[in-house]
């Protein structure tokens, strides 16, 4: 049974936030979107937890500009005991971009316990960007903006060179009894896990429009959550 099937989608913003982790205070934006907030808006559009997104590129249509902004955040984590808003906002400014637009071509895996070919899954993808349907909102970065999105038409990145530098990839979160720092679920288990959130980064760079991104960092990735490679 074939694993693997290809899916691609256009989207755009009018704002948009893909946060470097060097920044504790003020936010400021990765230039580009990163691979992990691009798997973030194709699991909004649709989700199962039979199938992983494994992002192949990403062209940037439109890079935007860096504008600053003053946003309302929150001091404290939310947790089991309510946050009184009032008592614990903050105004804090990010340096964000402003009017953006990319293309995603990405990998839809099968995971191990998954039963159903894999054709299934990228035609109910498909069908949900052509109908603009989604499972949750999607977003460029952070919820408050907000992701549009579109079959690709053939259209193609302009020629843009650009040294992005050491990027986020995407967080691997570990399963460990000794760093019980996270608890989270599993797909396919039914029981949270207890472990620690691992960043994985890598080398970005844009040449001719496109973001190519390593493909072997998703078997390390892979290894750590203790999934197949």
Known sequence: MERVGRVSIRVWGEYALFSRPEFKVERVSYPVITPSAARGVLEAIFWKPEIRYQIRRIGVLKPGRQVAILRNEIASRQGRTPIIVEHDRQQRTSLVLKDVAYLIEAEIHLRSHAT?????YTDQFRRR???????HTPYLG???FTAFFAPMNGEAPPALDLEIGTMLFDIAFVEDNKRKELSFKRPGKTKPVKGYAQPLFFEARVENGWLEVPQALYRELRRLEGEDV
């Open 142 to 144: 952070t919820r408050e």
């Open 116 to 120: 159903e070919p894999v054709f299934k």
């Open 129 to 135: 960007v052509e109908r603009g349907q989604y499972h």
